[in-house]
Nanobody, 124 residues
Framework: QVQLEEFGGGLVQAGGSLRLSCAAS????????MAWFRQAPGKAREFVAA????????YYADSVKGRFAISRDNAKNTVYLQMNSLKPEDTSVYYC?????????????????WGQGTQVTVSS
């Protein structure tokens, strides 16, 4: 059974940094794209960042470009999200996801596996 477990959420002041990690178990995902999405209270879940199987291609939402960095370690079956210069509007539950193939999509329905989410709260 595939499980994704996220770590690293918490409370941080505006301008601070956090690093999220997401470890997958149950099978390896060396050839699958991986991504992060987020959902703020009362809002739809939105795309944050995605990375190809070898890390060679990355995509970011405009709202986080230049502040967030996605990376992965295939040996550990883990994807990371380094978040710098955090803003109160980054407050959300962050979800990691694994795509069904090597394509690097930005839309949710192309991701088959999801973590349970980790809360990130940025105070002003």
């Amino acid at each position: 059974q595939v499980q994704l477990e996220e770590f690293g959420g918490g409370l941080v002041q505006a301008g601070g940094s956090l690093r999220l990690s997401c470890a997958a178990s149950g099978r390896t995902f060396r050839t699958n794209a991986m991504a992060w999405f987020r959902q703020a209270p009362g809002k739809a879940r939105e795309f944050v960042a995605a990375i190809s199987w070898n890390g060679g291609t990355t995509y970011y939402a405009d709202s986080v470009k230049g502040r967030f960095a996605i990376s992965r370690d295939n040996a550990k079956n883990t994807v990371y999200l380094q978040m710098n210069s955090l803003k109160p509007e980054d407050t959300s539950v962050y979800y990691c996801a694994i795509a069904r193939g090597i394509r690097v999509p930005k839309i949710q329905h192309e991701y088959d596996y999801w973590g349970q989410g980790t809360q990130v709260t940025v105070s002003s």
